[in-house]
T-cell receptor
């Protein structure tokens, strides 16, 4: 079983919809949680970064972490066609550049006009 | 792409040949990483570096070696390429926080 599980999708939604993307994990040592967005044939770009449990909002994006359930979410409000991409969750146990990230396999999102 | 370039961007090679991929950064970040990305597996760490001449293995390091002789350059070498190493390779950098910034990737095909 993988340390981080993520539904691969594809997830197709109409423009303007609220999108919920999720990851579950098994390693209770994970404390730092990230979401990356990856457009087709591009490198992943960091979207959100959170530490421990709680919510973090940035524009139309909200990241939510529930450590008790080992469950993280990314919500996208008022989704746009430009949000069509693959979303990767990532997490690590410690702080610092030497700490390794564990990635989910990514969820492919398509926002349709 | 946060001042990260990768070269070549595309390469086709034959089984058994050595291949070197280059990652170059202009951010002066201490940490550099090499990942491969495959369908169903996501991003998997091959090797990483925490300084000049300081490197360590990741989860899928067999068949790969790395070198870092300068802060800005991190080289990944496939000693004898195999078809199972056909993949997209990403370099990433970090300034010491948990966030990593990725390059544009190299698409490698081993025939």
């Amino acid at each position: 079983q993988k340390e981080v599980e993520q539904d691969p999708g594809p997830l197709s939604v109409p423009e303007g919809a609220i999108v919920s993307l999720n990851c579950t994990y098994s390693n209770s040592a994970f404390q730092y949680f990230m979401w990356y967005r990856q457009y087709s044939r591009k490198g992943p770009e960091l979207l959100m970064y959170t530490y421990s449990s709680g919510n973090k909002e940035d524009g139309r994006f909200t990241a939510q972490v529930d450590k008790s359930s080992k469950y993280i979410s990314l919500f996208i409000r008022d989704s746009q066609p430009s949000d069509s991409a693959t979303y990767l969750c990532a997490m690590s146990a410690g702080s610092g550049g030497g700490n390794k990230l564990t990635f989910g396999t990514g969820t492919q999102l398509k926002v349709e006009l | 792409d946060a001042g990260i370039t990768q070269s070549p961007r595309h390469k086709v090679t034959e089984t058994g040949t050595p291949v070197t991929l280059r990652c170059h950064q202009t951010e002066n970040h201490r940490y550099m990483y090499w990942y491969r990305q495959d369908p169903g597996h996501g991003l998997r760490l091959i090797h990483y570096s925490y300084g000049v001449k300081d490197t360590d293995k990741g989860e899928v390091s067999d068949g790969y070696s790395v070198s870092r002789s300068k802060t800005e350059d991190f080289l990944l070498t496939l000693e004898s390429a195999t078809s199972s190493q056909t993949s997209v390779y990403f370099c990433a950098i970090s300034d010491g926080t948990d966030t990593q910034y990725f390059g544009p990737g190299t698409r490698l095909t081993v025939l």
